[in-house]
């Protein structure tokens, strides 16, 4: 069985030539998720990378803060050295996070898979202030828009995501193809209420990340999400996934303009490295990060894409 680099290569790169353009320059970042991110970072970073259009870096956050367990029936001098050890831990995490500030400028587009918590207000002001201008993209996969909840620029950004209820309206298509909103605080919040391969079907032939794909294709087993919530602004629903749960047509592909001239791709598939492993999340992904990058897509799709009737798995590794 070929290997994931070798069919990659098959599938969707050709020699490099002094011809072909610059690589793009792709940070992902992760540190936190409730997500295997050891796992599903190295997926995203070789299925990028095999095209030969990216170079790929990683920054990872701090993570979660480890505290000692609390003493039981602790004198009063042990529960007081009990608690200057979590306050000292406290400030050291906090000030390491205010110190994870990776360089976005150096780069022409950040892919989010990290889930946790909140980034400094730097990072953030970094993030917002570059992508307004269109100095670089943003991609956003699976349980990286289960984040920041409570920053409103960044829902601004992911168009909708893992929210309650009350965190923004929803929006998902009907049997006849219509967009449908529901209004924040009606009806759930967001959930994977089926689990399983789906079919994805494109509603948007012509733009450029979707241009070429069937019109229905086959993708592995993974959480289709639903009833995702936000401002739903600028948003562009490129493919969508039935939801036997919900009864309705989950998005699973769709663009944001975000600000001046920022460009956003998310795609809530991939929970795991075996639902990436699929030529059509790979296919997907890497036009989806080459148009936030560029807003074009030269990128073809692989020849083992999936379709209507038939997965395509990528094989692991030996």
């Known amino acids: 069985m070929r290997s994931l680099s070798a069919l990659l290569l098959l599938a969707v790169s050709s020699v490099v030539s002094a011809a072909d353009p610059a690589p793009i320059k792709v940070l992902i970042i992760d ?8 796992d ?24 979660k803060i480890a505290l000692p367990p609390k003493p039981k029936d602790a004198k009063p001098d042990d529960e007081k050295k009990y608690k ?12 390491a996070f205010e110190k ?28 917002e202030k570059l992508l307004n201008e269109g100095k670089i993209g943003f991609v956003v996969v699976h349980a990286a828009n289960n984040a920041f909840g409570g920053w409103k620029e960044y829902n601004q950004m992911i168009g909708m995501g893992w929210r309650g209820n009350g965190g923004g309206d929803r929006l998902y298509l009907d049997a006849d193809g219509k967009e449908v909103k529901v ?40 959480e289709l999400y639903d009833n995702m919530r936000g401002p739903i602004e600028n948003v562009k629903v490129l493919a969508t996934a ?4 919900t009864k309705a047509h989950e998005p699973m592909i769709w663009t944001v303009s975000y600000g001046s001239k920022g460009r956003v791709f998310h795609t809530p598939m ?49």
């Open 31 to 38: 540190g936190q998720n409730n997500h295997n991110w050891k």
């Open 242 to 245: 039935y939801s036997t749960g």
């Open 100 to 127: 994870f500030r990776p360089e976005l400028a150096k780069f022409d587009v950040v892919v989010s898979n990290y889930n946790g918590e909140p980034w400094g207000k730097e990072l953030n002001a970094d993030l």
């Open 183 to 222: 209004p924040s605080g009606k009806g759930d919040g967001s959930g994977h209420r089926y689990t399983g391969p789906f079919t994805v079907t494109v509603r948007d032939s012509e733009h450029p990340i979707t241009k070429g794909m069937p019109k229905e294709w086959q993708h592995v087993r993974d």
């Open 84 to 95: 200057e050890t979590v306050a000292e831990l406290e400030k050291a995490h906090k000030a």
């Open 270 to 318: 991939g929970h795991d490295a075996n639902a990436m492993k699929c030529w059509g999340f790979a296919g997907t992904l890497t036009r989806g990060t080459e148009w936030a990058a560029t807003g074009a897509v030269t990128i073809p799709l692989p020849a083992t894409f999936p379709t209507a009737e038939k997965l395509s798995p990528i094989p692991s590794e030996k």
């Open 40 to 63: 599903t970072t190295p997926v995203l970073k070789k299925i990028l990378e095999e095209t030969k259009r990216f170079t790929v870096e990683v920054a990872t956050s701090p993570g």
